[in-house]
């Protein structure tokens, strides 16, 4: 897998908002579910050219969703995807998501 | 809020006016304005209003400086333009247009500067409104005009009765009428019911009058036409119609003598018919006096307006069509898309025709009321009262108003009237060709004169 489809994009949230505040930087991001934490971080030093120090992941579900239409309900729920959060280096910084 | 500004006379009685504004207040202006944003934003993974200010200008940067950007011009702008200062004093109908718009950027290190351009009122200067030698046309008032207008009235004044005798030239007919097919049954669309005309004037479709002479009221029948190729009316043209009328009543129309009586019954103000006769007579001259002097006017405006140069703004010249056009719909009593399809071009295409004359009129009544200024022509309250009769102390608040508007417009009035004397005594009027009574009062000179 290329590195550039292993990270698909950046999660901006306020929780990840606050992680990238500290001194050791943290990055959130939506990654491809079928990458293991060494692709992950390989693809992130490729794509950011930094040095990441170690690496988090999570399979996040789906959320239910519900749609009422003529025929009675209709169960669904949103896409499952993976995430990532990679500790970088005391002083470093990914200076391309900062703030986007 | 405006740190320089300066201004460019253009053509055209037009300015340029460049301002620039401090970075400062550009910065502030935009501080303030993303913390409001910061505070209201929905951003997808935050709560509202919990977007770091950091965010929201990564993503929205460009269109809260392009507000700022506005906010700032339309602020400036307003300050300068209403500050009662300003020597250029844009038209009230006239929006300053911005220059070079897509470039505009704004900088929050940098002083930021744009150029607007309006239209203000023309200056006007005038040095010669007199002296001017104007022919004017010798009009001969034919003797036998009263008589006419005598008769014109005597139609006015006449009794239509009913009648049982036969239809005759002249008479009123109230008719029913449908065509008919070629088997002789009646086609349900061309019925008319109770129409009426007068015999010999031709005013109905089929042009029946000369069918209708002899008939009277309560006959019936069907009448054969032919119609030439070359009929007026195209569906009949060419055409053998059968058209089944029935005549429901004949009216008569009797024309009053001409005496004393008939003088009393057009007006209680007349004794004698010479009376009336009199006074058609005094009113003709009046009206020739009027349009002489209308005539004598607009000779000598033109005359001024030919030896002053005016740069009218464009925007000056396209109200006044404006005006044009919303006063000729009115006239027609008509919808804007029903008369362009009549007219059958585009609005501006029509418009372009009365440019001149409008430029003419704008030119006649800018020098005018300049002309007023300078030779101080005003008038007087007392000569307003004189003109109006006094006020009404105890009229209620909506009739005081009213009079108000009424003093200032008879004012305007009496100012424009006196302006009127002042030029045409300072001119002189030679004998020119002669002309007749007719000739001169329906000609329509400025329209004319202008197109030469």
């Known amino acids: 897998m290329r590195a550039d489809q292993v990270i698909i994009e950046p999660v901006l949230t306020e929780k990840s908002n606050i992680m990238r505040e500290t001194d050791v930087k943290k990055y959130c991001f939506k990654v491809d579910p079928r990458a293991n934490k060494i692709q992950i ?60 | 809020m405006v740190s320089e500004k300066t201004f460019k006379e253009l053509e055209h009685s037009s300015v340029e006016l460049t ?33 770091p200010a950091k965010v929201l200008e990564q993503k929205y940067g460009e269109g809260i400086r392009a507000e700022v950007m506005y906010s700032v011009i339309e602020r400036s702008l307003k300050e300068i333009l209403e500050d009662k200062e300003t020597a250029y004093v844009p038209l009230h109908y006239h929006q ?13 290190e940098k002083d930021f500067s744009y150029s607007v351009v309006y239209d203000v009122y023309p200056k006007v200067e005038v040095s010669t409104y007199t002296g001017f030698s104007i022919p004017v046309p010798e009009v001969q008032v034919p ?43 009646p086609l349900e669309e061309t019925k008319r019911e109770d129409f009426t005309f007068t015999v010999g004037t031709g005013y109905n479709y089929y042009q029946l009058d000369a069918d209708v002479i002899g008939l009277k ?139 001149e ?36 102390e105890s009229a209620d608040d909506q009739a005081k108003s009213n009079r108000v508007y009424q003093e200032m417009q008879e004012r305007e009035r009496l100012t424009y009237e006196k302006a009127t004397d002042f030029l045409l005594a300072g001119s002189t009027f030679t004998k020119g060709e002669e002309m007749s009574y007719e000739d001169f009062m329906n000609k329509r000179f400025e329209a004319q004169e202008t197109s030469e």
């Open chain 2, 96 to 108: 300053p247009v911005l220059q070079n718009e897509d470039e505009l950027e704004i900088d929050l």
């Open chain 2, 217 to 355: 009221a309560g006959d019936e029948r069907t009448i054969e036409k032919d119609y030439p190729e070359d009929h007026e009316t195209k569906p009949l043209a060419g055409r053998k119609v059968a058209v089944k009328v029935a005549l429901k009543a004949v009216k008569r129309r009797d024309l009053p003598e001409l005496d004393d009586d008939f003088a009393q019954d057009v007006s209680e103000s007349y004794e004698t018919l010479d009376d009336l006769k009199r006074d058609i007579g005094k009113r003709i001259h009046e009206h020739l006096d009027a349009r002489l002097k209308e005539y004598k006017l607009g000779k000598v405006l033109q005359q001024i307006v030919k030896a002053h140069e005016i740069q009218l703004p464009d925007s000056m010249v396209r109200m006044q069509l404006e005006q044009t056009w919303q006063s000729t719909l009115q006239q027609y009593r008509l919808k804007e898309e029903h008369m362009l399809s009549i007219l059958g071009t585009s609005k501006e295409e029509h418009l372009e025709g009365f440019r």
């Open chain 2, 19 to 51: 301002v620039t504004v401090d970075q400062d207040i550009i910065k502030s202006e935009y501080q303030s304005l993303l913390a409001d944003y910061t505070k209201k934003a929905h951003i997808k993974g935050f709560r509202k209003g919990k977007a």
């Open chain 2, 143 to 185: 003797d036998d005009l009263v008589d006419a207008e005598l008769t014109q009235l005597q139609e006015q004044n006449a009794l239509v009765t009913v009648t049982d005798s036969p239809a005759e030239e002249g008479s009123i007919v109230t008719l029913d009428y449908c065509e008919l097919d070629e088997a002789g049954e």
């Open chain 2, 357 to 392: 004359r409008a430029e003419q009129q704008i030119k006649e009544s800018l020098l005018l009321n300049k002309i007023i200024e300078q030779e101080h022509i005003e008038v007087t309250d007392e000569e307003v009262m004189l003109s109006l009769g006094p006020a009404d």
């Open chain 1, 41 to 100: 971080m390989a693809a992130v030093e490729e794509l950011f050219s930094v040095k990441p120090v170690s690496c988090n992941v999570m399979s996040v579900k789906g959320k239910p969703r519900f749609a009422r239409t003529k025929s009675g309900q209709r169960k669904g729920s949103t896409a499952p995807w993976k995430k990532a959060i990679i500790t970088l280096a005391k002083g470093e910084s990914i200076d391309v998501i900062e703030g986007v």
